[in-house]
């Protein structure tokens, strides 16, 4: 099965194309830039749209603009390609990277989203010591997580990046592309008033 997947939750976009467990191409950018990357990405690997099977996208939690661009391109392509789609935590495909490592995303405001998946204050976090924290709030937060015991790669680790390639290996429950819902663990920053 021919998985496109990618992730627009954190600050780094991933996109890759998998092929039956083996991945033909990876990329990363910005959420802004994942239609070009999935481009580039079919190019590369000499195939079209239609040669797609299925799609697997991040549903975060990370942040709401980005989660909400890499659902809606998920949507867009799956219906327009008639494929089914499948979510994956970006959690999850952050864990997916280290066995048994502890995902840590930015959530802005001090808080950090971990597992549950939840938000709290970094500083609340009680992790058991030797546990190694990968994600871009374990690089935000190295001091206090070390402070309590944790192991946080170095910052140009491939660990702290959710990897699109772990998204379609990871993704189980296709169905249809509106059926795909984001994780929010709090309510957005925006109300959608202009008042």
Known sequence: MRILAFDTATDVATS??????????ERRSRAATVLEDIDALLRAAGMEPADV???????????????RI??????????????PVAGVSTLDALAAGAHGAFPVVDARRGEVFVP????????????????VCVGDGALRYRDLLTAAGGIVPPGDSELHVPRAAAHALLARDFGAA?????????????DGSLA
Do not use: C, E, H, K
């Open 16 to 25: 890759a194309l998998v092929d039956g467990g083996s991945v033909l191409g």
């Open 53 to 67: 099977d299925a799609i697997a996208v991040g549903t975060g939690p990370g942040s709401f603009t980005g989660t």
């Open 70 to 83: 890499g659902l809606a391109v998920a949507r867009g392509l799956g219906l327009a390609l008639g494929v």
């Open 116 to 131: 549950g998946p939840r938000v709290v204050s970094p500083d609340a976090l009680a992790i058991p010591a030797g546990t």
């Open 178 to 190: 509106d059926a795909v819902q984001p994780v929010y663990v709090r309510v957005p920053d925006a």
